[in-house]
């Protein structure tokens, strides 16, 4: 039986095959979002190809952040760079920050991750650098809904992110494709 990247490549060679038109382009897209909107959300699988049709986007729409529980831990971390490079360098001019119902970080705790770590062979001097890190992280995550609405604010609040960019949190519901609004970023102006 083939294994799992073998698979992924023998799909891509029939994908690139058989290039569906909504793919083809006589021009190639361009790597600024042509909606003008950054997207940071979770890495959840249930979201993969039903978030964006949801909320009516399509490739070269918008910039797509993902990370475990769209969440962020300091000032200047992955994705407020990303955010920085989106805004700057690819005329991004909204931010949406996008949880979801029944997210797997709210039952996460820093305790149970380092056991598991442990147990599949990290050393526990590495896990003590990040150890606090990790705490911040995991274990400040209980409620989706005040995550999202912490995130956008510490979006909202970082010097580095323009003052006229709306910063809006949002919910979704994995199971409908429903959104429903936590922050408005045009409320904050």
Not at 95 to 118: F, W
Not at 123 to 146: C, G, R, S
Request: proline content about 6%.
């Amino acid at each position: 039986m083939p294994n799992t990247l073998d698979q992924l490549l023998a799909a891509n060679r029939k994908f690139v095959e058989n290039l569906p038109l909504e793919f083809a382009s006589p021009t190639p897209l361009s790597s600024k979002p042509n909606r003008r909107l950054a997207l940071f959300t979770c890495m959840d699988t249930r979201l993969v190809s039903f978030l964006e049709p949801a909320l009516g986007i399509r490739r070269g729409e918008a910039k797509v952040i993902k990370n475990a529980g769209n969440s962020i831990t300091d000032s200047f971390d992955a994705t407020i760079r990303s955010l920085i490079v989106a805004i700057f360098e690819l005329d991004v001019k909204e931010i949406l920050v996008i949880g979801h119902l029944n997210c797997g970080m709210a039952e996460a705790n820093s305790e149970q991750l380092k056991t598991r770590m442990i147990d599949r062979g990290i050393h526990p001097a590495a896990i003590k650098v990040v150890e606090e890190e990790l705490e911040k992280w995991l274990d400040q995550f209980h409620h989706p809904e005040d995550n999202v609405e912490k995130v956008a604010a510490r979006i909202r609040s970082s010097p580095f992110i323009p003052r006229d960019v709306p910063v809006h949190g949002l919910i979704f519901d994995p199971h409908t494709g429903e959104i429903q609004v936590v922050v408005n970023g045009y409320e904050s102006f």
